[in-house]
T-cell receptor, first 114, second 113 residues
Protein backbone atom coordinates (compact mmCIF):
# COMPACT_ATOMS: atom_id res chain seq x y z
CA UNK A 1 0.00 0.00 0.00
CA UNK A 2 1.18 3.49 -0.78
CA UNK A 3 2.43 5.15 2.38
CA UNK A 4 2.65 8.66 0.97
CA UNK A 5 0.24 10.06 -1.60
CA UNK A 6 0.76 13.29 -3.49
CA UNK A 7 -2.19 13.73 -5.81
CA UNK A 8 -1.08 16.88 -7.66
CA UNK A 9 1.42 15.99 -10.37
CA UNK A 10 1.89 19.65 -11.38
CA UNK A 11 0.82 23.11 -10.30
CA UNK A 12 1.21 26.64 -11.56
CA UNK A 13 1.35 29.59 -9.21
CA UNK A 14 1.75 33.30 -9.79
CA UNK A 15 4.78 34.97 -8.29
CA UNK A 16 4.13 36.39 -4.81
CA UNK A 17 1.09 34.17 -4.29
CA UNK A 18 0.84 31.26 -1.86
CA UNK A 19 0.59 27.65 -2.96
CA UNK A 20 -0.46 24.54 -1.05
CA UNK A 21 0.93 21.14 -1.93
CA UNK A 22 -1.09 18.18 -0.74
CA UNK A 23 0.32 15.16 1.05
CA UNK A 24 -1.60 12.35 2.72
CA UNK A 25 0.02 9.47 4.52
CA UNK A 26 -0.87 6.05 5.79
CA UNK A 27 0.52 4.60 9.00
CA UNK A 28 -0.71 2.80 12.07
CA UNK A 29 2.29 3.86 14.16
CA UNK A 30 1.53 6.55 16.75
CA UNK A 31 5.04 7.95 16.38
CA UNK A 32 6.19 9.12 12.98
CA UNK A 33 7.78 12.06 11.22
CA UNK A 34 6.93 13.89 8.05
CA UNK A 35 9.44 15.64 5.82
CA UNK A 36 9.28 17.85 2.76
CA UNK A 37 12.12 18.06 0.25
CA UNK A 38 12.62 20.31 -2.76
CA UNK A 39 14.29 19.10 -5.94
CA UNK A 40 15.14 21.90 -8.39
CA UNK A 41 15.96 21.19 -12.02
CA UNK A 42 19.62 20.83 -11.06
CA UNK A 43 18.63 17.59 -9.33
CA UNK A 44 19.80 17.93 -5.75
CA UNK A 45 17.47 17.14 -2.85
CA UNK A 46 17.02 20.01 -0.40
CA UNK A 47 15.41 19.50 3.00
CA UNK A 48 12.68 22.06 3.74
CA UNK A 49 10.69 21.23 6.85
CA UNK A 50 9.91 18.52 9.40
CA UNK A 51 6.80 17.71 11.47
CA UNK A 52 6.74 15.12 14.22
CA UNK A 53 3.51 13.29 15.01
CA UNK A 54 3.57 14.49 18.61
CA UNK A 55 4.38 18.09 17.78
CA UNK A 56 1.61 20.32 19.09
CA UNK A 57 2.17 23.12 16.63
CA UNK A 58 2.49 23.19 12.88
CA UNK A 59 6.09 23.44 11.72
CA UNK A 60 7.27 26.62 10.05
CA UNK A 61 10.58 27.48 8.35
CA UNK A 62 10.69 30.90 6.77
CA UNK A 63 8.22 30.93 3.87
CA UNK A 64 7.44 27.23 4.35
CA UNK A 65 4.79 26.00 6.72
CA UNK A 66 3.28 22.60 7.22
CA UNK A 67 -0.47 22.28 7.67
CA UNK A 68 -0.57 19.13 9.79
CA UNK A 69 -4.01 17.56 10.25
CA UNK A 70 -3.39 14.38 12.18
CA UNK A 71 -6.95 13.04 12.15
CA UNK A 72 -7.08 13.40 8.37
CA UNK A 73 -3.51 12.07 8.00
CA UNK A 74 -2.50 15.01 5.90
CA UNK A 75 0.65 17.11 5.96
CA UNK A 76 0.27 19.80 3.33
CA UNK A 77 3.13 22.14 2.53
CA UNK A 78 2.31 25.83 2.17
CA UNK A 79 4.76 28.08 0.36
CA UNK A 80 3.96 31.72 0.92
CA UNK A 81 4.96 34.62 -1.34
CA UNK A 82 6.16 32.35 -4.14
CA UNK A 83 9.37 33.24 -5.91
CA UNK A 84 10.64 32.18 -9.32
CA UNK A 85 13.29 30.14 -7.54
CA UNK A 86 10.57 28.02 -5.95
CA UNK A 87 9.95 26.31 -9.29
CA UNK A 88 10.92 22.72 -8.55
CA UNK A 89 9.62 19.29 -7.71
CA UNK A 90 8.50 18.84 -4.12
CA UNK A 91 8.48 15.54 -2.29
CA UNK A 92 6.67 14.56 0.87
CA UNK A 93 8.26 11.75 2.90
CA UNK A 94 7.51 9.85 6.08
CA UNK A 95 9.57 8.02 8.67
CA UNK A 96 7.69 5.56 10.84
CA UNK A 97 8.55 4.70 14.42
CA UNK A 98 11.56 2.40 14.89
CA UNK A 99 12.29 2.66 11.22
CA UNK A 100 15.44 4.08 9.76
CA UNK A 101 13.97 4.66 6.35
CA UNK A 102 11.97 7.33 4.57
CA UNK A 103 9.06 6.56 2.25
CA UNK A 104 8.65 9.16 -0.48
CA UNK A 105 5.64 10.30 -2.45
CA UNK A 106 5.68 10.67 -6.22
CA UNK A 107 6.20 14.42 -6.01
CA UNK A 108 4.50 17.60 -7.19
CA UNK A 109 6.04 19.89 -9.78
CA UNK A 110 5.55 23.57 -9.02
CA UNK A 111 6.04 26.19 -11.71
CA UNK A 112 6.07 29.81 -10.58
CA UNK A 113 5.00 32.31 -13.23
CA UNK A 114 6.24 35.92 -13.31
CA UNK B 1 32.64 19.66 5.38
CA UNK B 2 32.12 18.29 1.87
CA UNK B 3 28.88 16.64 3.01
CA UNK B 4 27.79 13.67 0.91
CA UNK B 5 29.79 13.13 -2.26
CA UNK B 6 29.02 10.78 -5.12
CA UNK B 7 31.06 9.65 -8.09
CA UNK B 8 30.69 9.49 -10.99
CA UNK B 9 28.13 12.16 -11.91
CA UNK B 10 27.19 10.45 -15.15
CA UNK B 11 27.80 7.00 -16.58
CA UNK B 12 26.66 5.00 -19.57
CA UNK B 13 26.85 1.24 -19.25
CA UNK B 14 26.23 -1.52 -21.73
CA UNK B 15 23.84 -4.31 -20.82
CA UNK B 16 25.64 -6.92 -18.75
CA UNK B 17 28.43 -4.64 -17.55
CA UNK B 18 29.10 -4.01 -13.88
CA UNK B 19 30.07 -0.91 -11.99
CA UNK B 20 30.35 0.57 -8.53
CA UNK B 21 28.78 3.87 -7.57
CA UNK B 22 30.81 5.56 -4.88
CA UNK B 23 29.37 7.44 -1.92
CA UNK B 24 31.23 9.08 0.90
CA UNK B 25 30.28 11.39 3.76
CA UNK B 26 32.51 13.30 6.14
CA UNK B 27 29.92 14.11 8.80
CA UNK B 28 30.44 10.94 10.86
CA UNK B 29 26.87 9.86 10.19
CA UNK B 30 25.96 6.31 11.14
CA UNK B 31 23.02 5.99 8.79
CA UNK B 32 23.52 5.84 5.05
CA UNK B 33 21.09 5.12 2.24
CA UNK B 34 20.94 4.45 -1.48
CA UNK B 35 17.90 5.53 -3.47
CA UNK B 36 16.99 5.43 -7.11
CA UNK B 37 14.75 7.95 -8.82
CA UNK B 38 13.14 7.02 -12.11
CA UNK B 39 12.01 9.86 -14.41
CA UNK B 40 9.13 11.86 -12.96
CA UNK B 41 8.93 9.65 -9.90
CA UNK B 42 9.77 9.72 -6.23
CA UNK B 43 12.73 8.04 -4.59
CA UNK B 44 12.79 4.34 -3.85
CA UNK B 45 15.14 2.87 -1.27
CA UNK B 46 17.59 0.28 -2.55
CA UNK B 47 19.76 -0.46 0.49
CA UNK B 48 20.60 1.19 3.75
CA UNK B 49 23.12 0.88 6.55
CA UNK B 50 22.88 1.79 10.22
CA UNK B 51 26.62 1.59 10.82
CA UNK B 52 29.86 0.10 9.62
CA UNK B 53 29.46 -3.60 8.92
CA UNK B 54 25.64 -3.48 8.93
CA UNK B 55 23.52 -3.28 5.78
CA UNK B 56 19.95 -4.14 4.94
CA UNK B 57 17.67 -4.29 1.94
CA UNK B 58 15.23 -1.56 1.07
CA UNK B 59 12.28 -1.59 -1.26
CA UNK B 60 14.08 -2.39 -4.55
CA UNK B 61 17.34 -4.29 -3.81
CA UNK B 62 17.36 -6.75 -6.72
CA UNK B 63 20.35 -6.32 -9.01
CA UNK B 64 22.38 -4.37 -6.45
CA UNK B 65 24.82 -5.04 -3.64
CA UNK B 66 26.35 -2.82 -0.99
CA UNK B 67 29.07 -2.94 1.61
CA UNK B 68 29.90 -0.69 4.56
CA UNK B 69 33.42 -1.33 5.77
CA UNK B 70 33.88 2.19 7.17
CA UNK B 71 31.58 4.86 8.57
CA UNK B 72 32.47 7.18 5.70
CA UNK B 73 31.93 5.02 2.63
CA UNK B 74 28.90 3.19 1.27
CA UNK B 75 29.48 1.94 -2.29
CA UNK B 76 26.67 0.52 -4.41
CA UNK B 77 27.54 -2.30 -6.81
CA UNK B 78 25.56 -3.05 -9.95
CA UNK B 79 26.18 -6.50 -11.36
CA UNK B 80 25.01 -7.40 -14.87
CA UNK B 81 23.46 -4.02 -15.65
CA UNK B 82 20.00 -4.03 -17.24
CA UNK B 83 18.05 -1.23 -18.99
CA UNK B 84 15.62 -1.24 -16.04
CA UNK B 85 18.47 0.11 -13.92
CA UNK B 86 18.59 3.34 -15.92
CA UNK B 87 17.88 5.90 -13.25
CA UNK B 88 19.34 8.63 -11.08
CA UNK B 89 20.97 7.25 -7.95
CA UNK B 90 21.12 9.23 -4.75
CA UNK B 91 23.16 8.48 -1.69
CA UNK B 92 22.08 10.01 1.62
CA UNK B 93 23.19 10.02 5.22
CA UNK B 94 21.96 11.20 8.57
CA UNK B 95 23.06 11.33 12.16
CA UNK B 96 21.20 9.45 14.90
CA UNK B 97 17.94 11.11 15.82
CA UNK B 98 14.52 10.45 14.37
CA UNK B 99 13.66 14.03 13.59
CA UNK B 100 16.81 14.80 11.70
CA UNK B 101 16.73 15.03 7.99
CA UNK B 102 18.74 13.00 5.54
CA UNK B 103 21.49 14.80 3.67
CA UNK B 104 21.63 13.89 0.02
CA UNK B 105 24.50 13.67 -2.42
CA UNK B 106 24.23 15.30 -5.85
CA UNK B 107 23.22 12.07 -7.57
CA UNK B 108 24.63 9.81 -10.30
CA UNK B 109 22.78 9.65 -13.60
CA UNK B 110 23.14 6.13 -14.99
CA UNK B 111 22.04 4.99 -18.43
CA UNK B 112 22.12 1.32 -19.42
CA UNK B 113 21.87 0.67 -23.15
Amino acid sequence: AQKITQTQPGMFVQEKEAVTLDCTYDTSDPSYGLFWYKQPSSGEMIFLIYQGSYDQQNATEGRYSLNFQKARKSANLVISASQLGDSAMYFCAMREDDDYKLSFGAGTTVTVRA
Amino acid sequence: NAGVTQTPKFRILKIGQSMTLQCAQDMNHNYMYWYRQDPGMGLKLIYYSVGAGITDKGEVPNGYNVSRSTTEDFPLRLELAAPSQTSVYFCASRVDGASLEQYFGPGTRLTVT
